[in-house]
């Protein structure tokens, strides 16, 4: 199951302009492909790690999904850009989780280590508590099939 990221792709003055707020990158171009791959190519710098490739989906509107194959990177990123942002230090982010050793949330802000999804969780309160965490299908949704038990009477 696949790590996704919501990001913007919007029309922005003559060109366009392209988003994901979850690990700070921001990008333009003069068309919305441009703009797309644009985003693809500052979502892999900001990773900057090895062999990391992003994909970028259009979703619709606005909307697009930033994933990749490998997702301990991209989740890693997540948390040291928050972690960032709200200003917070490897210890004060051990602090919040109750660990002794900033060395064990690190392996996890460092990709070193790919975390279950509770885990997750717990480290993304940490750093961000006001994010939340989304389930969507990665398919186009389709309308289930009416069987005796779902038809309205």
């Known amino acids: 199951m696949p790590l996704m990221l919501i990001g913007r792709v919007f029309r922005d003055g003559p060109g366009w302009s392209a988003h994901c707020e979850a690990i700070g990158v921001y990008t333009q171009g003069s068309s919305r492909k441009a703009a ?3 985003l693809i190519e500052v979502v892999e710098l900001k990773v900057d790690r090895r062999g990391f490739a992003a994909r970028v989906t259009d979703v619709s509107g606005d909307s697009v999904y930033i994933d990749s194959v490998d ?6 990123e997540v948390l ?4 960032a942002l709200h200003g917070l230090s490897l210890a004060d982010v051990a602090k919040k989780l109750g660990t002794a050793s ?3 949330y690190a392996v996890y802000e460092q990709g070193g280590r790919e975390p279950t999804l509770s885990k997750y969780l717990q480290l993304l309160g940490a750093v961000a508590p006001e994010m939340a965490l989304m389930v969507a299908s990665t398919s186009t949704p389709t309308r289930p099939k009416r ?3 779902t038809r309205r009477h």
């Open 36 to 38: 797309i791959a644009n």
């Open 147 to 149: 069987t005796a038990r």
């Open 71 to 76: 997702i301990a990177p991209l989740a890693a």
């Open 102 to 104: 900033r060395n064990t």
């Open 80 to 83: 040291k850009y928050q972690r």
